[in-house]
């Protein structure tokens, strides 16, 4: 079994700036792509960031890309993004997921997800 836990959420001003961490425990942390989705009120969740097994290949979505940054600590079992020029149409609910089997823009591809973190920006 696979745990995730997510941290690092808050309220933050737009242009400002936060860092989420998700942390894993329970499986090999290293094996396969984690990624980071969001889900505002009323709306569907959506992709935001992926990162593959070894670092090497990033994926963002286009309204992140520039101001998100993902990255992994395999030593430390967790994966992070760093959320940079911050708007208020960030706020929503982030997710960080494991467990991919397909494509990692897609949610339904992961099979492990955290609780979620809550990140709010003020205008």
């Known amino acids: 079994q696979v745990q995730l836990v997510e941290s690092g959420g808050g309220l933050v001003q737009a242009g400002g700036s936060l860092r989420l961490s998700c942390a894993q425990s329970g499986r090999t942390f290293s094996s396969g792509p984690k990624g980071w989705f969001r889900q505002a009120p009323a709306k569907e969740r959506e992709f935001v960031a992926a990162i593959t097994w070894n670092g090497v290949r990033l994926y963002y979505a286009d309204s992140v890309q520039g101001r998100f940054t993902i990255s992994k600590d395999n030593a430390k079992n967790t994966v992070f993004l760093q959320m940079n020029s911050l708007k208020p149409e960030d706020t929503a609910v982030y997710y960080c997921?494991?467990?991919?089997?397909?494509?990692?823009?897609?949610?339904?591809?992961?099979?492990?997800w955290g609780q979620g973190t809550q990140v709010t920006v003020s205008s």
């Open positions: 997921a494991a467990g991919n089997s397909g494509s990692v823009y897609y949610a339904r591809a992961y099979a492990y």
